[in-house]
């Protein structure tokens, strides 16, 4: 069982490092921006105005990171916040008109980009590789989250 963790681990590894899930300031599609905002881009756009605790849902980041991203966003007119009608705590997030066409580019770079990648894969494989890796994150949807320390030190 080892051996084969170590063998997942390995590939996990190199998939992130050659999808270009590593480069800080691009995403895998060639948009200059970090990952966890064209994430929150393309989440915005699907599904409307988040409250920050939805994001950090949706994104898996922690609170501080979720709060630095909205302002962030904000801050480049990427996004817009206000207070929750229902509580004075919460802050819900939502696109701007700028935000919504740069999350609709980013969209079709990754749709592209994925396409790409789809075609690059045998035409008899693609299904069992999508099946393989939705197996992949079911599983992670079953283990206990890690905290942000066990994470960076992976």
């Given at each position: 069982?080892?051996?084969?963790?170590?063998?997942?681990?390995?590939?996990?590894?190199r998939?992130?490092?050659?999808?270009?899930?590593?480069?800080?300031?691009t995403?895998p599609?060639?948009?200059?921006?970090?990952?966890?905002?064209?994430?929150?881009?393309m989440?915005?756009?699907?599904q409307?105005?988040?409250s920050?605790?939805?994001?950090?849902?949706?994104l898996?980041?922690?609170?501080?990171?979720?709060?630095?991203?909205?302002a962030?966003?904000?801050?480049?007119?990427?996004?817009?916040?206000?207070?929750?009608?229902?509580?004075g705590r919460?802050?819900?997030?939502?696109?701007?008109?700028?935000?919504?066409?740069?999350?609709?580019?980013?969209?079709?770079?990754?749709r592209?980009?994925?396409?790409?990648?789809?075609?690059?894969?045998?035409?008899?494989?693609?299904?069992?590789?999508i099946?393989?890796?939705?197996?992949?994150?079911?599983?992670?949807?079953?283990?206990?989250?890690?905290?942000?320390?066990?994470?960076?030190?992976e």
């Open positions: 069982m080892e051996e084969r963790s170590d063998e997942l681990r390995r590939v996990m590894q998939l992130f490092r050659r999808f270009g899930a590593l480069a800080a300031g995403t599609c060639g948009k200059p921006l970090s990952m966890a905002h064209a994430h929150a881009l989440v915005l756009m699907a409307g105005e988040l920050q605790q939805e994001l950090l849902l949706e898996g980041i922690d609170k501080s990171n979720v709060a630095r991203l909205c962030k966003m904000v801050e480049v007119g990427h996004a817009k916040q206000r207070v929750s009608d229902n509580d919460s802050r819900l997030v939502s696109l701007t008109a700028r935000g919504a066409r740069l999350a609709a580019e980013v969209d079709a770079a990754s592209a980009r994925f396409g790409a990648l789809l075609g690059a894969l045998p035409a008899a494989r693609r299904a069992h590789v099946e393989a890796l939705q197996l992949v994150v079911d599983a992670l949807d079953v283990l206990p989250a890690h905290s942000l320390d066990e994470r960076t030190s």
